[in-house]
Each structure stands twice: as structure tokens, then as C-alpha cells.
């Protein structure tokens, strides 16, 4: 034992033996492989941006898609606060982003229960705002006229909800279909027994959303779009005159129109007469 | 700190980033008498094998790891589910009892692609920040992040195959995770589209648990198959962004593992168990640069190696603690 191996060698490191040199390349191509692999899946991830074109609703206050996209952290905090449980996380085969909230109304709207447009108190990034940024532009149509008067609260000192702009707007897209048109009437549960969605009524509970199915209608003539409506002046039943020139009733959607889509959650008829166009501007 | 560890400090965080540890060019004489006095010598070596023959197998601190970790990622669970809510949100983003949280490599995520920040945002992250400098950098990593948990039954797996020779550990260049890092960041900020986090497991797991699962688990799965019979701990080792945005933080954290020259029989326990064994090279023989050695920024501080090593060469050190007492 001398002393001299008890100094760590630093000097110049010896030619790689044959064995090592492959070692090394293997490894190499295998870091290949995991870039590849990774870098593979995360453009995969990029599909939903190539999609933003294609519309979805996003909850209320949502910045516009390839916006909502870049701040969206997909936390999922509006989600925990929805009283209705209207937001839901988008999937791997939604093709909207991995984790990012959407609504499909058809399934539950949202119905405002929350007053205060909660999901955009929730958000900690500000993609569901109240006040968008200045540099941020407003899609002409997209920004509502006066500030929504929501019909639960008309009757309190501050009647309006804190909404700018319009998440949609409803559209009247099977005509032919509606029971108001063909004068008929509605009575039972809307929607069938089983179905989950919830909303709140005010003749029940204002702050305990009930099931849809436990709130049957009895209506001579159908105008549960235009009667459960949460909006104030977004949706009337008006008297149309028809191609024929007869006289005939009609829902007809206005400017104060959110998009919502409680319409389109409460349409009795399969598939619902009355659909929301998400994203989509008023235009007069 | 003695001019050794500060120069060993500076190469830990190069070694963070994908260096491999070297051999030291100078080693101060008190650690040199040590390793000199270690050499040979027949008593030290009999001390070694009575004290392995008899060491007995502790779990301590993996159970209060995964008590912590189970017990974190619950709360998120409970307080959606039971309405509790104590921690809302997932470990993307989350409110506790009402203060933002923002992770760090998220919150970066939608700064570089939105280019616009609230103050919510800002609060979230800072609060973070302050907590896992506090608490460690990469503490994150171990003792919070659920894939890290479902990585680690993996690994049990895969080292199971390995001991069976069905298998063996293919390694892979660990600069990848500092190219992966930067290739991310560039994304985020060319594409405008915060990328990582459509396949981060770590928000998948966390938002799978939450709001219940989805497809894109099958990516998780995918992540774990790969880890299980190619390479061990992929994804944490030689991938995760998240690890090393932590690791950065935890170059200033207080709370760190210390190696103790004297007691150490240089068996390599330690580096068997340790998901990043690069930075316990200072325990392989002749390599201690001090008797007294802190762990580098990229140690996870999960104390896997604290309860392995048979003689408590490896503890945990909260940094100034014991100039208090």
C-alpha cells in the first residue's frame, strides 16, 4: 500500500475500450428513442390548438380558444364550484385539451344558481375573467350590449351578472320540430325520468338546485325555453307569421342572449329544437 | 463552507443538469485521513461485516413519505368529493383554505404562452415558491406528486424483473431532461400552448384522482410499461421538467440529506435505492471531498438512502438548525 494511491486520479481520461464505445452508442440511441417518444406524444397534445377553429362552449367569461389554450392550467378549481356541476374536463379523445373545462348544455347548462358567476372568481389564471386584459380584442357581436339582468335576482339592489361577453348564442336550428311552432303543448317530466341535470328554481329554493326530472311542466302551449330563460329579455315566445302567411307562435332569441344553454337543456324534444352555438357573435 | 464543498456545490447543480459527477482533484486532509485510515484496515472491515449481518430494515421515512403523499393528494380528493373545501383545485393549480398555490412548472407553462400575468397567478406561485424553498426543491417530487408513488411500485416491479435477469436497466443520457426543460419552454412560448401539460402525468394522476379518470391515463400507463421493462424510473430520471424546475429551487433549500465520511463502510446501499444516484457519488470510495457532505439540489430528499445505510451515514439536515441549539 502506497500513498500514492491515495490521490484521486484527475489526469487525461484513457481511450474507450471497444465494449464501452458501444455501450455508449446504445445509450445513445436510446435517448433518441425517449425524445422521440416524448416529443411524439406531446405534439400529439397540440392537436386541440389545430381544432380551436371548431367551437366549443367554454364556461362563462372565457378568454377566446387559442387564449383560453395558452392560459388555461387545468386545474379544474371552476369545476369544484359550479353548483350545477355544468363544467366538466375535457378528455383525451375531446380533442379540446387534456384537463380544460367545457360545457355541453344539452347534458347541464349552466343556469347561473351561482349568482355570481363563480367559475370566474375560481379561476387563479385568469382565463375565465371578468375584465379582459386591454391587448385582449373583443370579437364584434361577442361583447353583450348592457351588462345581463339575471331574472333570479331582478329584484335585488344589483340585479346584473358580471358578464362582458357572451359564451354563445341560441339558435332556433329544428324548426320543424318545436312543439311552440306546431301550437302543441307540454306536460310531464322534460327530458324523461332519468335524466340528471339539475337547475335551480326559484318557486322552490333559490339556493338549492333541484333535479329537472322532479319539476314536471303542464303547459297548454311548450314555452319552457322562453320560461326558464335566466336571463332577462334573451328569449320570448312571439306570434311569427309562417311562409304560408298564416300566423303561427315562435321562440325567438335577442340580443341579451348569453348562450347559456338552458334552452337547449330543457327543450323537450329529441334532439333539442333549440341548440347553442358556442362561441358564436349576435349579429342583427 | 470551505472552499471544497463550495466548489462541490457549484458542480452538484452542473450534475443537476445532466453532468456526470467526476473525480476530485483535491480532497481536504481531514476526509483524506479518513479514506487513508479506511484502507486495508481489517478491523473496519470486520466492524463492516458484523454491522451488515445485523443491519436491520427500516422503512421509517418512506412510510412517513407516503403517509404525506397519500395524505396530500386525499385532501385534494376529499375536499371535492366531501365539499370539505380544505384544498381546492389539483396540483396544477389549487386554493388551500382559500390561499393560492400554483405550481412552479405550470404556473411558468401559462406565463411564457399567455405572456400575460394576474396577480392570482403571481401570489400562487410566490407562496409555492417560498414553501418548497423552504421545504427542499425536489421535496416536491417524493413526498407530494402522485405519479411519483405509482412510479415507485413500478420501479418494485422492475427491479424484481431485473433480479430475475428477465430484464435490465437501459440508462439513458440524463442531460435529456435539461433539453426537455428548454424544448418545453420554447413550445410554450412559440406555440402559445402551454404543450407539457397535455401530457404531464403529474396533473393527469392529480386530475384523474380528482374529477375522476380519463383516457389519457393510458399515456401514465404507457410511461410506467416503459419504466417497468426498459428504464428504470424514466420519466422521473430523464424527462420530468417538473423535477428540475424543483430542483432549482431546492439549490437554496435548508432542508437537505448530509453524508457523514466517518461512519460510511462505502457499500453503496444507497445508491442502489436512490432514484438519482448521481448525487451520492461523493459516498463511493475515495471520493468524499470533507467528512461532513450535503446532498446536491437534485436529491428528491424521499430518505430512501437514510434508512437503507446500516451505520447512519445519511440523515437529514435542516441547514443552520444546529447552529440554533
Redesign the interface.
Known sequence: ?S?DD?K???GPTPPLSKAKRQTNR???L??VL??G???G??????L??IYSQRKRLRPPGALDE??F?????????C???CPVQAIK?A???DGM???TPYIDPRRQACDFSCDAVQCVL?????TL?YHK?E?LTVRPGADLAAKPILLAKEKDPEPTLNMTERMGVARLTRPEACLAIQGKGFKGQTRGPDFKGTMRYMDVDRWKPIRIADHPYDVAECDLCARECPIKGAISIETVFAPDGSKRKSPVVHEPCVGCGVCEMVCPVEPSCITIEAREVWKT | MSQLLKRRFFEQIKVMFGAEP????E?APAA?AM??YK??NRDLIAEKLHARAHAEHKNTWRNRRWATLIAANLLFVL??ALDI?IL???L????FVGF?L??LN??LQ?ML????I?N??LI?TGTVLVLWVLLGGRTFCSWVCPYHLLAEWAEKIHLYLAKKRLITD????RR?RT??WI??AL?AFA?????????SPT??VS?AL??GP???L??VLALLV?EIFF?RR?WCR??CPIGLTYGVVGIVSPVRIKYKLAECFHEGDCRKVCLVPHVLDTVIK??AVETEIPIGPDCTRCGLCVDTCPTGSLSFEIKGLSKLT
Not at chain 2, 406555440?191 to 401530457?199: K, L, R
Open positions: 500500500m500513498d491515495q484521486p486520479v484527475a446504445r445509450r445513445f436510446r435517448t425517449l425524445t417518444g416524448v416529443l406524444a406531446a405534439l400529439s397534445g397540440f386541440p390548438l387559442t387564449d389554450l395558452a392560459s388555461c392550467i387545468k386545474c379544474g378549481q369545476v369544484q364550484v374536463l378528455d383525451l379523445i385539451g387534456v384537463g375560481a379561476c387563479p389564471t385568469g375573467t386584459p391587448f | 467526476s473525480k476530485p482533484a480532497i483524506q479514506h487513508f484502507k486495508g375536499s371535492f373545501q381546492e383545485g389539483a396544477t393549480a389549487s386554493r393560492h400554483i405550481d405550470s404556473a401559462v404562452a399567455h405572456k400575460h394576474i392570482n397567478l400562487g437501459q440508462t439513458i443520457d435529456l433539453v426537455f424544448l418545453f413550445l406555440t402559445g400552448y402551454t404543450v407539457f401539460e397535455a401530457i396533473g393527469i386530475r380528482i374529477y380519463g383516457l389519457a393510458l399515456w416503459f428504464s424514466a430523464y424527462a475515495g471520493r
